[in-house]
């Protein structure tokens, strides 16, 4: 993000949420938070734009051109209430990734393969239904399976809890592992994919960053991440709970209207 200007939408964010770790420093914060919440409003006001879900492979939101909305994100007085928002803003955006259903089955079919982009999926997923410390359990296995997302998530963690020398340490991780070409290890949603979650709870989650909420999950789809086999108590992280193999099938599920 630095030394660049342009305003991409949101779409093209969701399309590249590894751009969040890429790029992210302490001098990124305000811009990349800026960015992301000022296309937000440019794709959800304009007609057509509700749901911010165009198909990434159009490179842009239904083939509208970014603009820059005058538009403020919002402020903390501290460090830990600005690192608290902008995880929440992270796990919102690795959620509305086009990727993201397709990584989280992955991870929960293939007990042979590491899928760090899965473990971060479920990890973000935790985070909403506020496992929080299970969230950083899995973070860190994806982050040691080379996600830099996930190394950025572990850095946003500690900077809310004001352990600062260990998000440093993790933003040195997320800087030290490599850029991974998108094709590889990552399966591409195919046409006709459904996203991990329903359209307006994706839009919900970013909607409620950009008022300056605090995210969390439905009843229905809490009860959903309640329901999975935990592990006995761990020292450090206490209950984790363990991916279900058909868990990207119940949370992609129609839900009937009330």
Not at 179 to 203: A, C, F, S
Request: hydrophobic fraction near 35%; glycine fraction near 8%; charged fraction near 30%.
């Amino acid at each position: 993000m630095r030394g660049r200007h342009e305003h991409r939408t949101i779409d093209a964010l969701l399309n590249e949420a590894e751009v969040l770790a890429d790029d992210y420093d302490e001098r990124d914060v305000a811009a990349m938070r800026e960015r992301v919440l000022a296309d937000l409003t440019l794709s959800t006001s304009e007609p057509g734009g509700t749901d911010g879900s165009a198909s990434p492979a159009d490179g842009t939101a239904g083939g509208r051109a970014a603009r820059s909305p005058s538009v403020r994100a919002p402020r903390y007085s501290t460090e830990c209430e600005q690192a608290a928002h902008d995880l929440d803003l992270a796990v919102s955006l690795v959620l509305n990734a086009p990727e993201a259903a397709a990584s989280l089955s992955r991870f929960v079919e293939d007990e042979e393969c590491a899928a760090p982009q899965g473990a971060l999926v479920f990890g973000s997923l935790l985070h909403l239904a506020r496992y929080r410390e299970a969230a950083q359990f899995w973070w860190q296995f994806a982050a040691g399976g080379g996600s830099r997302t996930a190394a950025f998530c572990l850095y946003l963690l500690h900077r809310r809890h004001g352990e600062f020398r260990d998000a440093e340490y993790w933003r040195a991780h997320s800087e030290r592992l490599p850029r991974r070409p998108r094709t590889e290890g990552l399966p591409r949603p195919r046409g006709g994919t459904r996203p991990l979650l329903p359209d307006g709870v994706l839009h919900g989650l970013l909607s409620e960053c950009h008022g300056g909420g605090r995210p969390r999950l439905p009843h229905a789809l809490e009860s959903v991440i309640h329901r999975l086999p935990v592990t006995d108590d761990d020292e450090d992280f206490g209950e984790i709970p363990q991916p279900a193999r058909d868990l990207t099938r119940r949370l992609t599920a129609p839900r009937p209207r009330h």
